[in-house]
Structures are given as structure tokens and as C-alpha cells.
């Protein structure tokens, strides 16, 4: 699968089961989508998040039909409702941070402008 964001294209490596749950699937390694559906609110957050803005997303195929359960994400690309976004996840969430030890589950890392099969 190819992925075009911002006219960079990135392809996920096609010798990754895309059904995996191994951290090689969540970890970057291969392509993980998703598409914005919600906000998170909250009033008190841990250090290192204060100004954060929280997601919810929904994590898609290379088809962008759904794929699991929602879950909640940084935000650092201003990624708005129903744009399609990649994500990283496990450690490497917080590897964009300041603070690599901000507790971070997934990370939005680019906004998807086209999606080839």
C-alpha cells in the first residue's frame, strides 16, 4: 500500500501481516491509519500533555473501512474531524515529544492526502 501525505509517499512493508497484532504492526513499522471521529476533553492531564490536543480515532484498513476499536490519540498535526491520519503507537508515540517519557498510547504523525492500492 502506498500512503501520500504532503508529497512524500510512504509504503508499508508488504512482508507485515496487516491482521497482526505484534508490536512490529503497532510499533511504526507498518502503516497504521485511521480516521478522526471524535474529541477528547479533558480538564486535568498528566505533565507534558497540558496543551495537547486528544482524538478520538478509528483505526482503518488499507481500504479505510473500520478496524478495530477506537482509541484515543495525540494530536500533533491539527488533523480535523473525518480527515484519514497515520499514526505510530507502543513507545514510539512519544518519541515526537519533548519529554520521550510523557505516557502516550498512539500519536497522529501525518494527515493522508491520498491513499493507492
Known amino acids: ?9 510512504f509504503e508499508s512493508d508488504p512482508d507485515i501481516d496487516p491482521d ?12 497504521n491509519l485511521a480516521r478522526v471521529v471524535g474529541k477528547v476533553w479533558a480538564t486535568r492531564k498528566a505533565p507534558g500533555l497540558e496543551q495537547a490536543t486528544l482524538l478520538v480515532i478509528q483505526p ?3 481500504d479505510l473501512k473500520a478496524d478495530g476499536a477506537p482509541l484515543a ?6 488533523s480535523a474531524m473525518g480527515q ?7 513507545k514510539e508515540a ?3 515529544l519533548k519529554n520521550k517519557l510523557t ?13 493507492d492500492r
Open 84 to 90: 484519514v491520519v497515520y499514526f505510530v503507537g507502543s
Open 73 to 78: 490519540a495525540l494530536d500533533l498535526q491539527g
Open 20 to 31: 497482526s497484532d505484534s508490536d512490529e504492526r503497532q510499533g511504526g513499522h507498518a502503516m
Open 103 to 115: 505516557p502516550v498510547d498512539a500519536t497522529i504523525v501525518g494527515i493522508v492526502d491520498r491513499v
Open 60 to 62: 482503518v484498513d488499507g
Open 1 to 9: 500500500m502506498r500512503v501520500l501525505t504532503e508529497g512524500v509517499v
Open 94 to 96: 512519544a518519541l515526537p
